[in-house]
């Protein structure tokens, strides 16, 4: 049986590993961080993940640690103006999305894996890969608490999967990573308190000046509140909290209005660099060797958070590359041509998707774009919202 190694754990990695172990192979995994960890993210799983959850074995167990149902989402203009999303629209069979953090959600999948066999190596940090001439990948794998005098330990895989996110950077030579270009966008979550019991579990996501943040119920008195910001606004994250609020998600007026008496629940979690690539300049960002890599997740793309389905899209490429996988090696292809069917499938599968959810972005900072859309968009939002999943 061939040798594959999955770089990095979480959702699309694991959904990689899980299904290639229900296809009969045994890969092992890499992951940096020791599970379970804080993760930041908007903590909304859309319907489109439950059928890959299903698929994978853990769907009970995540609805058993989840918040919910969530019934719509309500997306608010600048002004403070309602748009609503029904996600019975998104699924039939799953009329509701969820809410669970990320630590437990990456948690539950990891310990699954564990628990078919898998061999998943927690703070085993990949710090290079070389393929070498008979066509073998080799990766340098540095454990976390190792003594850094003593040599880094490799292994080696006839197949590699890069799951490693979005900052993973995982090259086949030691290329630096191409220069951001663009406008700036950094992540912020923390959880939020509120004084009161919670009247509804809807998601609400706010466009403001600068930005766009959600806050999704995870509790009758909890929220996780997560926002995308100009580089230049998230400067302004200090305490006390109330400052932070009002320079942000708070300039929108219906979100001011949900967030008084609130207190912050926790530490911040921050990411920097949030650039989103277009969906055509799809695996060109990386040194043109690199793109030889079968990447899954945001190792590939990185979905605009405002869709809430980059979650399930993790979990859906790892997935239809472990397929493409079993494929090839049923047909004895090589790692070249295994790679290359993956990126057609995947082309064949979201391209038109990402297309289409890249054209509105600008309606997400424009306060004019918005004022022309908003009262045109109700009766088109059934259509949008299943187009857009
Ligand atoms: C602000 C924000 C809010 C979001 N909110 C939502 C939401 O509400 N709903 C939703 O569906 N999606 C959301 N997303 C998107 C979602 O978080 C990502 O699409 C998803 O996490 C991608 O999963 P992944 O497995 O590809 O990568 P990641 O989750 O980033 O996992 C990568 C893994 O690789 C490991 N790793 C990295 N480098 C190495 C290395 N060198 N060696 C070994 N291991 C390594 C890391 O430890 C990590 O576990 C949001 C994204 C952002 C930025």
Known sequence: MPNIIICGGSLAGMACAIRLKQLGYDPVIFDKSRFPRKKLCGEFLGPDAFPLLQILGVFESVKAHAYGPVEKTLFYNQ?????????????????????????????????????????????????????????????????????????????????????????????????????????HRVGIQCHVRFNEKLPQKDLAMFLFPGGYGGIQPISSQTANLCMMLDASLAKSMHDPFRDFITATIGQNPAASHYLTNTSRDGDFSTTANINLPLANQLQKRKHPDDAALIRVGDALVTVDPFTGSGMAHALETGMLAAEIIHTGLQNKQDYRIIQAQYQQAYRRRFQARLHFMNRFRPLLESTQLQNLAWPLLPPLMPLLAHVLR
């Open 79 to 183: 002004k403070g103006q309602a748009l609503t999303i029904h996600h019975r629209w998104i699924h039939r069979q799953w009329p509701y999305a969820l809410a669970i953090p990320r630590e437990t959600l990456d948690n539950l999948l990891i310990r699954h894996a564990q628990d078919l066999g898998l061999q998943c190596h927690e703070q085993c940090r990949i710090t290079a890969a070389i393929r070498l001439r008979n066509a073998k990948f080799v990766v340098e794998v540095l454990r976390e608490e190792a003594d850094l005098t003593r040599p880094k330990e490799q292994a080696e895989a006839e197949i590699l999967v890069d799951a490693t996110g979005r900052n993973g950077n995982l090259f086949l030579q030691a290329h630096p990573p191409p220069k951001a270009q663009g406008n």
